[in-house]
């Protein structure tokens, strides 16, 4: 029997009701990382409005550095839990799960507080928008420094409450460099296996919050540039970390990490790539990009294409695409019950 976007499924041992996964963006409205009203609402609403996984978006696991903006949330500090956990209560409150990203910006660092940004190699991310730094290339020491940072980060999300982590290692940030030889020349460990600080990463946080806490990890399978990754070098990288019991799914974008990329954007255009990385791989698979409609959504799932869906822009849109996709599929679900009475007649 064919699944369907609303057939539950699992990420490590933590049960999702539905597989429709509200994927991490960027707000950029926190001061001093600090949790406001509006992301305990945003991501609230969300809930409310059915979404199964909510992945909130990308915390810098260090101050300033870590940054993509001097907006991001912050988890670099203790004293982020509080403001965190309210968030996380929210989201639990409706009956999602809740995943929260980890992220380092590397290269791609925007903070006004710095006047020097880190990455693999002295390698500058070109922009026609952003006049980034070029990076200083990472000591062993500083390398040794950021894997800390990430795992301290990972204790706190767990802390704060959250089901899960994903790491963010996709679009260009500063996991994401090491693992694409496009920004990654050296000639160290670090250089020889691009994955080795995404492993030990992984390995930190497994022993430091159990190994049964679930970690996603966010990937750009494809560099959409002649130099860059393709789906089959991530399979080759992180087969092996999978073997490990270290990946829980893997979350499957694409792109970030050159301008000088050409993509071709179209609806569902990043599930092939989702679809190649989960043939070769023995954890559940997220896919999106550019999804406008339930029923594109659904046969994603019933092909089997991903066992999980992420839907981005219509949720800025819409907060309860969810539910609305319900009715376009005839799928009967659960509303809140304070919704109940806008269940279309049948």
Known sequence: MKKNLFDSFKI???EIKNRIVMPPMCMHTAKNGEVNDFHILHYGSRSIGGVGLIIVEATSVQQHYGNI???DL???DDSFIFGLSKIATAIHKFGAKA???LGHAGRKCESKYVDKIYGPSPIKFESKYVNYLTPTEMTIKEIQEVKQHFIDAAIRAKKAGFDMVEIHA???YLLSSFLTPISNQRDDVYGQNKALLLEEIL????KANGSDYPIIVRISAYDWHPNGNKPQDFIEMLNPLIKQSLIDAIDVSTGGT???AKITAYDCYQIPFCLEIKQNVNVPCIGGGLIVDAKSANKIVENEAADAVYIGRQL???PYWPIQASEDLNIDIKFPKQYERAKLVK
Do not use: F
């Open 99 to 101: 995943a929260i990203q």
């Open 258 to 260: 050159t301008e000088d």
């Open 69 to 71: 903006t001097d907006q």
């Open 316 to 318: 800025l849109r819409n």
């Open 74 to 76: 912050g988890i670099w």
């Open 203 to 206: 390995t930190g946080i497994k």
């Open 170 to 172: 996709a679009h260009g």
């Open 12 to 14: 490590g041992n933590v």
